[in-house]
């Protein structure tokens, strides 16, 4: 894998870049599985986590992963901070870049500001979501996860359910596993699921048609309220009886014996039931687990422009 400063989406890599962070991300796993908890790959670099949207899952994953890796890691915390007071992105680029951090790890609920971030600092800054852009460390994990499932990628067919038009989560996943010869199709209401052409991704309106396709992984997504101006479908219940994993659904996928993954956090009783949490092929607790492998594989593999001993 060539020298590579930052990673904001999965279309900036090659397929090398791909299969060589999956590949260390096997390597990373075995070791905090194992007796090694921590190794000095980053001693001495600097890592800030700098999010203006709320998280849980992404921000510990990356910090976890961060300290595996033996750096040192400082939280941006947005609500305390001179953001709230005002603050441009750009002022507070010149401040992080005063600080000398080696690695930024940013969310943002406008698409584009890790990008922006990046071009301004000489450090190796992280996409961890913008807007309904991208969320390239989502799609490792993912990936990640299905390749631990089966072996292989290369011709599975995973169908990704509900929220699409909002989801960051769904873009950079399908462009991933598309790139790792996997098959993507979508389900949802159609007023979710965007009416992309020559994307070569089916688009399937019930749970029968995209049972039908064959699929070996049901991959769902959280309806994303936040995002929507007006309502997208009539109610919670409803949405559930239509697209959600109920326990009647949650017999047919283990008869298919299909495997459950979600991005989280879950909504109960919205997008999945009770039951399908506990269901023998449910892969959301070994998402949160490999996630730390896949985030110490992309910063294990980024090159930043400065060295935070030259402070």
Known sequence: MKPRKDLLTIGSLSDEDIRTILDSATAMKEL?????????????????????????RTHSSFEVAANRLSADVTSFTVSTSSVVKGESVHDTIDTLQAMKMDY???????????????????????????????????????????????????????VIIGDILHSRVARSTSLILKRLGAE?????????????????????????????WKPDVIYLLRVQNERMDSPFFPNAKEYHRIYGVTEERLKRIDDLDLSIMHPGPVNRGVEICDLAMDYRNCLINQQVENGIAARMSILYHLTPQTQSHEA
């Open 32 to 56: 905090f599985t194992k007796s090694v908890k921590k190794v000095p790959a980053l001693k001495g670099k600097s890592v800030l986590t700098l999010f203006y949207e709320p998280s849980t």
């Open 104 to 158: 930024i790890i940013v969310r943002h609920k406008n698409s584009g500001i890790p990008a922006v971030i990046a071009r301004h600092t000489k450090a190796s800054v992280i996409n961890a979501g913008d807007g309904a852009h991208a969320h390239p460390s989502q799609a490792f994990l993912d990936a990640f996860t299905i390749r631990e499932k089966y072996g292989d990628i290369s011709g599975k067919r995973i």
């Open 184 to 212: 993507v199709a979508y389900l949802g209401p159609g007023s979710l699921v965007p009416q992309e052409r020559h994307t070569g991704i089916p688009r399937f309106t019930n749970f029968d048609d995209a049972f039908a």
